[in-house]
């Protein structure tokens, strides 16, 4: 589809992306999407702008229909739970929730906090790193590999296979498009789900193919796909975002240092802010109107999540991180039924990295001269470098 082949609904204003200031500036960004009214026609989308139009939306699947958005895409394999609408997401939301809670993740955590360490000590000793590639990218796949038993070795393939995979979903048509790494993916993903039903593990993928509501390999294979598309780059932009912030203003820096509990909360204001997947796509499946305008059925909409969480009214200081010890509402993660599942998994990995980061190197800046930035548009939104220099310690050096 091109912006030439989807009409234009009557009152709905247009902006180009290229006007839209996101770059370097989310605050911005979203200040100048959301002035311009409540559904912005920006490419090929109608964008909802307002927080209680996209709150609205994300509670009522009924009418935002995700199972329409994502057929669009046509992937061979339905993403599990992501691609489907109430009831059959209820269902498959009931038997996978249990193995996402804090409780249950908890017993990754010796494994994951080493992995952390093993990382930061490394870069800790070099007195400058490029955090993206560092930490950012390498940590959230090696989380997954731990959470489905497989060898932390296989890191730098899993990568390679997930950005041809992200790649492939965002590509218009399969055209001259190399399958290849989407395959090894799929066979790789396939033959480790053949391996656990054989010889089931203490691994999270064991555990959802065995037992009283077993997945079948089919939604087996679907889950761990979506893992890979939602829960590698959505952590690996989060990690960016977090140290990004540190990195440029001391005294929130030293604040943290001085009393890492609040460490969780911080990860939460970076969500609120900079959330890694800022637009959620649905479809609409009769009329709907929302500040005005009347929406047909069949229309793409993508709720801002990133104008959402910053819109006047919430929190005192709605484009700065604000700690002042109260949990600011925020839909970094979504909302209604398809709130993100791996959240506890997130914010788990977004503590460890920033705990023991400080407590590795407690002060550190940008490299001179470096502005990081985002692409806009892009489905996720992450720094794409950070280049982060400090000094080296007695202990490391
Ligand atoms: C900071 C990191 C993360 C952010 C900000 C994030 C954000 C989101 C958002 C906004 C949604 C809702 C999508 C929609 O309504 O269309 C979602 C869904 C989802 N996320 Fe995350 N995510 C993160 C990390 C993860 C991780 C680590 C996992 C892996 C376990 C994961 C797994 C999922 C799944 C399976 C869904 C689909 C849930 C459903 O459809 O019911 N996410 N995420």
Redesign the pocket.
């Known amino acids: 589809m091109t912006a030439d082949v989807v009409p234009l609904i009557p009152g709905v204003p247009v902006l180009d992306f290229d006007s839209v200031p996101m770059g370097v500036d989310r605050g911005r960004g979203w200040a100048v999407v959301r002035e311009a009214g409540p559904v912005v026609k920006m490419g090929d989308f109608y964008y909802v702008t307002r927080r209680e139009d996209v709150v609205d939306a994300?509670r009522r699947p009924e009418l935002f229909s995700?199972k329409k958005?994502f057929d669009i895409l046509g992937s061979p394999i339905p993403l599990?739970?992501?691609?489907?609408d109430p009831p059959d997401?209820t269902r498959?939301?009931k038997i996978?929730q249990p193995f996402?809670s804090p409780r249950t993740l908890g017993a990754m955590l010796p494994s994951l906090q080493q992995q952390i360490e093993d990382l930061i000590d490394d870069l800790a000793a070099a007195g400058e790193c490029e955090a993206v590639s560092g930490i950012a990218e390498p940590y959230?796949s090696q989380?997954?590999l731990t959470?489905f038993g497989l060898p932390v070795a296989d890191r730098d393939r899993l990568m390679v296979w997930k950005d041809a995979v992200i790649a492939l979903a965002d590509s218009p048509n399969l055209e001259g498009v190399d399958l290849t790494p989407a395959l090894e993916l799929f066979t790789y993903l396939n033959e480790t789900i053949a391996a656990r039903r054989k010889d089931p593990g203490e691994d999270i993928l064991s555990q959802l193919i065995t037992g009283e509501e077993a997945l079948n390999d089919q939604d087996a294979i679907g889950?761990s796909f979506?893992?890979v598309l939602?829960?590698?780059d959505?952590?690996t932009?989060?990690i960016g975002f977090a140290l990004h912030e540190l990195a440029r203003d001391p005294e929130l820096r030293r604040s943290l240092v001085a009393d890492p509990e609040r460490i969780p909360e911080f990860v939460e204001e970076v969500?609120r802010l900079e959330?890694?997947?800022p637009v959620?796509?649905?479809v609409t499946t009769a009329e709907v109107t929302i500040g005005g305008v009347t929406l047909p059925p069949d229309t793409f909409v993508r709720?801002c999540?990133g104008s959402a969480n910053r819109e006047e009214g919430l929190v005192a200081t709605p484009d700065d991180v604000l700690l002042d010890g109260v949990a600011h509402r925020h839909?970094?993660?979504?909302?209604?039924?398809?709130?993100?599942?791996?959240?506890h998994?997130?914010?788990m990995?977004?503590k460890l990295v920033v705990t023991e980061w400080l407590r590795r190197v407690p002060e550190f800046e940008l490299a001179p001269g470096t502005e990081p930035r985002i692409p806009f548009p892009a489905n996720t939104f992450s720094l794409q470098s950070l280049p982060l220099r400090y000094p080296v310690t007695a202990e490391e050096a």
């Open positions: 994300l995700s958005a599990v739970p992501i691609s489907f997401h498959y939301r996978l996402f959230p989380v997954f959470l889950l979506l893992f939602a829960g590698l959505t952590v932009a989060s969500v959330p890694p997947a959620l796509p649905r709720l999540l839909w970094g993660f979504g909302g209604g039924p398809h709130r993100c599942l791996g959240s998994l997130a914010r990995e977004l």
